[in-house]
């Protein structure tokens, strides 16, 4: 018999620790991926910033590169949430 979740429980949004860290690795991966198509992908122009020449091709790699770093800063907040901020 199926009982109805409770107010305020989140089912299925909580996830065991090792199941977060299987996430987190398939997601920097996937990061390396649209990184590596990202760079055979975009041409090899040159567009000036501030003066400078600067590749075409970094733009794209400092926003994956960007979103990659938000996702090991979130992996640590839970981390620490976790533990209760025992975790350095």
């Not at 979103?67 to 209760?84: F, N, P």
Request: glycine share 12%; hydrophobic share 45%.
């Amino acid at each position: 018999m199926r009982t109805k979740p409770q107010p305020g429980e989140r089912k299925g949004l909580m996830s065991s620790s090792s199941d977060l860290d299987r996430k987190f690795w398939i997601a920097l991966g996937l990061y390396a991926v649209l990184a590596v198509l990202a760079w055979f992908t975009v041409g090899e122009g040159t567009i000036f910033v501030e003066g400078k020449p600067v590749a075409l091709r970094l733009f794209p790699l400092i926003l994956i590169g960007g979103m990659a770093l938000k996702t090991v800063l979130a992996r640590h907040a839970e981390k620490i949430r976790r533990d209760g901020g025992k975790s350095s």
